[in-house]
């Protein structure tokens, strides 16, 4: 399996942006990047994934290292409501086991 | 809408006493899978099928049962519970079992074993 390192905890202030990294340097090439995040008391959430290319969504956007041994979330504008554990996780290709979280990112943000 | 359903969403229980919780998906996925999260464990796989009547164990299927007999269902039992089954537990699924695909979760199941 592919291992990631992720901050523990980062801060933010409402309305700016917000950079979450996450490194990855054992993926494979055919590994696609996701991103979920858990806001308190639900579910996971997915966020974003990417395989090669930098990607955007109505949510964030995803730049992912040209070595692939790295990516970075990108919250163009944190609101309250962006408060949540994020998860950075490679998906494995040819495993059926699925999503293996890791302890993710705590992401405050500040009024 | 579409959404992923677990009942009950909180259950408290004794030592022994099966229980089921159900999850129901309405999006037409092949892929559903369970997960337990657990403080300074985090989320892991209980059980996943990818399909009608195939089933397989994740990370930590012990004390755990299954079954898929319709596409859109993937109950969760567990025949004789016991106090380190407190946990959260999450359905979730979708389309297929390829790493380009979304996960869809549940709300969540709180389950207390007394």
């Known amino acids: 399996d592919a291992k990631t390192t992720q901050p523990n905890s980062m801060e933010s202030n409402e309305e700016e942006p917000v950079h979450l990294p996450c490194n990855h340097s054992?993926?494979?090439?055919?590994?696609?990047i996701h991103w979920y995040r858990q806001l308190p008391s639900q579910g996971p959430e997915y966020v974003i994934h990417g395989l090669t290319s930098n990607v955007n969504n109505r949510m964030a956007s995803l730049a992912i290292a040209e070595d692939r041994k790295s990516s970075t979330l990108i919250l163009h504008r944190a609101t309250l409501r962006d408060a949540a554990v994020y998860y950075c996780i490679p998906r494995l290709s040819g495993s059926a086991r699925q999503l293996t979280f890791g302890s993710g990112t705590q992401l405050t943000v500040l009024p | 809408e579409a959404q992923v359903t677990q009942n009950p969403r909180y259950l408290i229980t004794v030592t022994g006493k099966k229980l089921t919780v159900t999850c129901s998906q309405n999006m037409n996925h092949e892929y559903m899978s369970w997960y337990r999260q657990d403080p300074g464990l985090g989320l892991r796989q209980i059980y996943y099928s990818m399909n009608v009547e195939v089933t397989d164990k994740g990370d930590v299927p012990e004390g755990y049962k299954v079954s898929r007999k319709e596409k859109r269902n993937f109950p969760l039992i567990l025949e004789s519970p016991s106090p380190n089954q407190t946990s959260l537990y999450f359905c979730a699924s979708s389309l297929s079992a390829g790493n380009w695909e979304t996960q869809y979760f549940g709300p969540g199941t709180r389950l207390l074993v007394l």
């Open positions: 054992t993926i494979s090439g055919t590994d696609y």
